[in-house]
């Protein structure tokens, strides 16, 4: 069951001032980008003024950083006595800042036939499932926004027929061959559910949401459900239901907040790298998963070492997601790939460099995690912040706005949930 926590309009407003004012006070600790040489020197000039917490991240090993990243619980407690804002979080706020690490979800109570939900992979399952526990009664019309194969929508329809109830479902999704693969499975599965191939940010998707009591978004990125909400405010759309999750990807350079309170009062402008810190939260992938994460952040570090040293600059260079088949490559294969998306002296072709620079980005490693960690002390109150911006929003637009987490932060560390119902 959803356990909502933010519920009148008085208590969205009131988090999300605390929020802008706690992020705006920190802003040094956490807008500040460590990925290179000159970024940690700024880093440490900026915690010499915090002593105490500058030698306590200091005597923290590399695995002692990791346990501590991986858990919200000992994040908050590892720094409440440097940042008075962890100490002094509204109690409204404390279980969706902290998620109780002591607290295990139990899976909803939802029959559903294995054969029915084969495919899905563990996690995602698991997701869907407190997800659809967390809506109210059951809506006469769904649109499932940004759908993939529609798992959620297929579970949703088959669930409600389940309680003799009538109701549509319509998933919505780009990608053709993903509509296919969910059509057939729908086919397969018997259930009340249509699929629609659609680009939601074309100029007609607002006919996606004519006749349309729910809409429904799980993990759509940030500006496919940021449209979902603003095009169900202009169609009158009774109820939404949205996780959001990868707050980064949107067209602007620099946040555009929804809220016109939120534009009017903000103390802060945030630009993509800020966005990407919301979503940085990792849950333990197993340790295959954490020893490709530490390989590739060392190759990362060491370019940024050589593009540093061979072209007499400190700008970071970032670089976009790696190709999974390069994981499994070696150090001068990720060379070849950088050196095509960001021309500078060839490192691939100099075995003597790459050495050196693995060497140099293996000791800057660890001072990088610890600066990280300062920042993830912030990660979750950035995505509250972001959240609580699309809740006002709703609320500015006539809705009746909630925020709860729908399932335990480990499951997914995209776990909050944006209800809202049109106020009649
Ligand atoms: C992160 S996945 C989430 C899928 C599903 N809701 C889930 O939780 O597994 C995002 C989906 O959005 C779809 N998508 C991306 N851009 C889109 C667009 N402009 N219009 C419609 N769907 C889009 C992608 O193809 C992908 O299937």
């Not at 059951?138 to 109701?167: D, I, M, Y």
């Not at 970071?316 to 950088?338: E, G, H, I, N, R």
């Not at 944006?418 to 009649?424: D, E, Q």
Request: proline share 5%; net charge neutral; aromatic share 8%.
């Amino acid at each position: 069951m959803s356990n909502i926590v933010l519920s009148s309009q008085q208590d969205l407003h009131h988090a999300w001032r605390w929020l802008d004012q706690s992020l705006a006070t920190g802003r040094k600790d956490w807008q500040s980008y460590s990925f290179s040489r000159a970024g940690i020197a700024a880093q440490q000039h900026h915690l010499a003024s915090q002593p105490a917490l500058q030698a306590a991240l200091t005597r923290l090993t590399e695995e002692e950083v990791e346990d501590i990243d991986a858990n919200p619980a000992k994040l908050a407690q590892f720094f409440a006595p440097y940042l008075p804002c962890i100490e002094q979080a509204p109690t409204l706020l404390a279980v969706l800042l902290v998620p109780d690490e002591a607290a295990v979800d139990s899976p909803p109570v939802m029959p559903l036939p294995f054969w029915l939900t084969n495919g899905i992979q563990g996690r995602k399952l698991e997701q869907i499932r407190h997800f659809i526990a967390a809506l109210p009664t059951p809506a006469r019309s769904s649109l499932e926004w940004c759908a993939g194969k529609g798992h959620l929508g297929r579970l949703l329809a088959f669930h409600n027929a389940q309680q003799n109830v009538v109701t549509s479902v319509v998933s919505a999704e780009l990608q053709a061959e993903l509509c296919t693969a969910g059509m057939a499975l729908a086919k397969r599965h018997d259930v009340n559910q249509r699929f629609v191939q659609q680009d939601v940010l074309a100029d007609d998707a607002h006919r996606l949401l004519q006749g349309v009591q729910q809409g429904l978004a799980l993990h759509a990125c940030g500006g496919l459900h940021q449209r979902l909400i603003t095009l169900a405010a202009q169609q009158g759309t009774a109820e939404l239901h949205i996780a959001p999750c990868c707050y980064h990807l949107h067209n602007a350079a620099c946040y555009q907040p929804m809220s016109a309170m939120v534009r009017a009062e903000s103390l802060m402008q945030l630009t993509r790298a800020d966005l990407k810190l919301a979503v940085q939260g990792q849950v333990t992938g197993g340790q295959r998963v954490g020893r490709l994460r530490r390989q590739e952040v060392t190759w990362r570090l060491a370019w940024q070492l050589w593009h540093e040293q061979s072209n007499q600059t400190t700008e970071y260079q970032p670089l976009p997601a790696l190709p999974k088949q390069l994981l499994s490559a070696d150090f001068s294969a990720f060379c070849v790939w950088a050196e095509q998306l960001k021309p500078t002296p060839r490192l691939s072709d100099s075995p003597t460099a790459q050495v050196e620079m693995l060497e140099q980005a293996e000791q800057l490693y660890l001072e990088i995690k610890r600066a990280d960690l300062l920042r993830h002390a912030y990660r979750r109150m950035l995505e509250l912040w972001l959240v609580l911006d699309r809740a006002l929003y709703l609320t500015e637009q006539g809705y009746e706005a909630h925020i709860s987490s729908f399932c335990h932060y480990q499951l997914t560390p995209r776990n909050i949930l944006i209800s809202a119902h049109l106020k009649t």
